[in-house]
């Protein structure tokens, strides 16, 4: 391993640990050279799909793309980047599930949307609002009143509320 402060490849592994998760070895290393201490990860490659998107185009699966769209449509909501990461590590984990050597980028979308509606209705509406290129506002109100629907019928106060 090389040495990210003076990159001499002569090192010694003082400590190794494997993550919460399982899937990868943390190393604490010490340069043999310049005694500076580093950490590296050990983890299995995953092939992971082509993504064939609505023009056609395939380009390789980035889950940074995901993560990014939940931190835009979560944008100042009371969300942690924990769950973000969570979710983008569920889907993911689904799709390599999947076993398939190419996805259509509408299957990532609608995962990321059925998460999203269970997570922070909000940000469901942020990101379906980019996702489903809404073409006018008629469009955008059907959708919130679906969701409105489906949370109306879903809510069931256990008490009445007076104001």
Not at 62 to 75: H, S, T, V, Y
Request: charged letters at 40%; aromatic letters at 8%.
């Amino acid at each position: 391993m090389k040495c990210p402060f003076c990159g001499s490849i002569e090192d010694k592994v003082i400590d190794s640990r494997t993550s919460k998760e399982g899937d990868a070895i943390r190393r604490r290393r010490e340069c043999l050279k310049c005694g500076k201490r580093f950490t590296s990860y050990e983890r299995v490659e995953d092939v992971l799909p082509m993504v064939i998107k609505k023009d056609g185009r395939r380009e390789p699966f980035d889950r940074l793309k995901i993560l990014n769209g939940l931190k835009k449509a979560c944008e100042k909501r009371p969300i942690g980047i924990e769950t973000l990461e969570a979710i983008t590590d569920s889907i993911e984990k689904k799709l390599l599930g999947l076993g398939v050597k190419e996805i259509q980028s509408t299957w990532i979308g609608e995962e990321v949307m059925t998460a999203l509606k269970e997570l922070d209705k909000v940000a469901y509406v942020r990101f379906a609002s980019v996702y489903r290129q809404f073409k006018d506002i008629n469009e955008f109100m059907n959708e919130v009143k679906t969701l409105f629907k489906h949370s109306k019928d879903s809510f069931k106060p256990s008490k009445k509320r007076t104001i």
